[in-house]
């Protein structure tokens, strides 16, 4: 769906472009990003890894000389107690066949027929730079030396990924119950099949484009090694971090927007007051408050003078705003705590051993042994994209709400109604730009439903429980495309707010933050004084979101760690909330590192 739409949007960006008699600033194209080293040892890598991989960068990956080295103990180990045991994947084959065994001759054939049997997914691709996460993550779970494949195997998918060679991964198939299909998908490219793979822009059969991008065609997988590929909620990890990595850089917007919003309408600074908020004790809600006073520090329209200026006769004291605004902070603090609960389980995830079955020393004893069990389930994953979506449905209400809100005069304090330019009644100013987020508002509640209570047995009752993890995972990166839109016309119609009042408001400032969201949507987006054709102002209001350009700026304020070797942005433009998904690197870390250093956040 990512590809599609944002294809989309580019062609409609270079429809509105066209429209005679509104200029659009040429975006910038950026600077190169450098390429990410990284060295892999199965309790190291970190959501800043992740990051830099989701924004694009290219990645130089390898094992690290202890990971080979306890790789290949641990593989020596596992092959010198084979015959002592039946194990699952090795000499016993697979799902309701379990019991079947399998002869020493028979390993290298079976390795192949399992990715082709679980390479079934269909629907389109997952994004090219989630699936070299979910490579990445892959081998570095190897890397603990707990599944018993050669070193090899990790770093064959390390050299694709690092050649920019990306399997095509099918969306639809996966349970949550391991991601056997797409991660199939990539093992039979591995193999060097006819799976498709896409190099350098082409798409075609791994057997065909491997060579092209310098690897060997062929690599062979030796008895138990096909199994740890596909087995694991490494596809699901990767998919998730990249709705955490989608949803912080919203979550920024959700607040500017609401910031621009409250000068709209000239709000009552009460309800960000931090006695008020520190008495609720949540942290998140807490630092919330705190940007937001930030955004809007110095403005004079959000001041009993400036509540005065569009009808001073008229005017009485509102006593406090309604609930949409005053419980904001509140609102949006939800979707921050639950993303600071997916970024710690998150990085768990990244460095654990999540295949089936896993190979240990003995306690007592010499030697090793194979422990079947159900590390690769993705519940606890699957209920937290649940709670996330949850988190999202709620702040695309919250906006929706809040763009009603302007469109009334007596809800918006006095703005125009309809928000309409010139003569009102031959204008019908915005009324349809708001519609536009009340007809998605329904189809996010629809895909908030959590998919992890919809479990339904398969495979002949062996896995008669399944988390539905993958599924909870797409709605989410649904609802977060659709959020996009609600908060652009949030954006929108806040600024045209502002600029209808503009003129009562002279001499009157706007606040440090929204001063400069203001700007931004007027660089790209001219007022709407007559009416005139919307859907051009729309879509670059959405590529404004989805380009990251109105991300809010509080330069003041400690926030979460950022590391970045992007050129520093020009003044006009301070360094957003959260690095946009351009820049080199990026922490979205709403609370305070549990592991900082090496493995931590």
């Known amino acids: 769906?990512?590809?599609?739409?944002?294809?989309?949007?580019?062609?409609?960006?270079?429809?509105?472009?066209?429209?005679?008699?509104?200029?659009?600033?040429?975006?910038a194209l950026p600077p190169a990003p450098p390429v990410l080293s990284l060295e892999l040892d199965g309790d190291s890598f970190s959501l800043r890894d992740a990051f830099a991989i989701l924004s694009g960068r290219p990645v130089a990956a390898r094992l690290s000389p202890a990971a080979r080295a306890n790789m290949a103990r641990t593989r020596a180990g596992a092959l010198a107690v084979l015959d002592d045991q039946r194990v699952y994947g090795w000499n016993q084959a697979l799902g309701p066949l379990k019991d079947l065994p399998l002869s020493s001759p028979q390993a290298e054939q079976f390795q192949r027929n399992v990715l082709r049997s679980h390479a079934a997914g269909v629907g389109e691709p997952l994004p090219d730079d989630v699936v070299r996460l979910a490579m990445i993550l892959k081998a570095n779970q190897m890397a603990r030396g707990t599944v018993g494949v050669r070193p090899e195997v990790p770093q064959r998918l390390l050299a694709m990924v690092n050649a920019g060679v990306v399997p095509l991964m099918p969306q639809i198939g996966s349970l949550g119950t391991g991601d056997l299909q797409p991660q199939a998908a990539a093992g039979l490219a591995a193999l060097g099949e006819d799976a498709p793979v896409r190099y350098r822009g082409e798409v075609g059969p791994a057997s065909v484009l491997l060579p092209k991008a310098g690897l060997p065609r062929d690599f062979v997988f030796q008895a138990g090694e096909a199994l740890p590929v596909i087995s694991g909620s490494t596809v699901l990890a990767a998919s998730l971090m990249h709705a955490v990595y989608r949803a912080s850089v919203l979550a920024d917007q959700a607040e500017g927007a609401f910031a621009l919003f409250m000068e709209a309408t000239r709000a009552e600074r009460g309800s960000l007051d931090a006695r008020t908020h520190r008495e609720r004790r949540i942290p998140e809600q807490n630092a919330v408050a705190a940007r937001l006073r930030a955004m809007v520090a110095g403005s004079r329209w959000m001041t009993e003078e400036g509540r005065k200026r569009l009808d001073p006769a008229n005017y009485h004291p509102r006593v406090q705003d309604a609930v949409s605004v005053r419980a904001a902070p509140h609102i949006m603090a939800g979707l921050r705590h639950a993303l600071a609960d997916a970024r710690r389980t998150l990085v768990r995830e990244a460095n654990a051993s999540t295949s089936n079955p896993l190979i240990f020393k003995r306690d007592r004893g010499p030697g090793y042994e194979f422990v079947m069990g159900g590390n690769w389930d993705g519940s606890v994953m699957g209920h937290l994209a649940d709670t996330l979506n949850a988190e999202i449905a709620d702040v695309g209400v919250l906006s929706q709400e809040l763009s009603g809100r302007l469109l009334s005069p007596r809800w918006s304090y006095g703005l125009p109604a309809n928000l309409a330019g010139g003569t009102a009644g031959l204008n019908s100013g915005m009324v349809q730009v708001q519609t536009v987020a009340a007809a998605l508002i329904p189809e996010m509640q629809v895909r908030a439903t959590p998919a992890g209570t919809l479990s339904r047995p398969v495979k002949d009752g062996?896995?008669?429980?399944?988390?539905?993890?993958?599924?909870?995972?797409?709605?989410?990166?649904?609802?977060?495309?659709?959020?996009?839109?609600?908060l652009a016309v949030q954006y929108l119609m806040a600024a045209q707010g502002i600029d209808l009042i503009a003129g009562k408001m002279a001499g009157l400032p706007l606040g440090a933050v929204t001063r400069g969201l203001q700007a931004e949507i007027r660089r790209h987006i001219a007022p709407l004084s007559e009416d005139r054709y919307l859907t051009p102002d729309l879509e670059r209001a959405v590529w404004l979101v989805r380009d990251r350009r109105l991300v809010p700026a509080v330069p003041s304020l400690p926030r979460r760690a950022t590391v970045s070797t992007a050129a520093p942005a020009p003044a006009a433009r301070p360094a957003p909330l959260s690095a946009p998904l351009s820049a080199p690197l990026s922490a979205h870390l709403s609370v305070p590192c549990a592991r900082p250093g090496r493995g931590g956040c």
């Not at 739409?5 to 600033?25: D, E």
């Not at 062996?462 to 609600?486: G, Y």
């Open 462 to 486: 062996q896995e008669d429980h399944n988390t539905m993890a993958m599924a909870s995972v797409r709605n989410l990166h649904e609802n977060l495309d659709r959020l996009e839109i609600v």
């Open 1 to 27: 769906m990512t590809s599609v739409r944002r294809t989309a949007t580019g062609l409609a960006l270079l429809a509105a472009l066209c429209v005679p008699g509104q200029a659009v600033a040429e975006p």
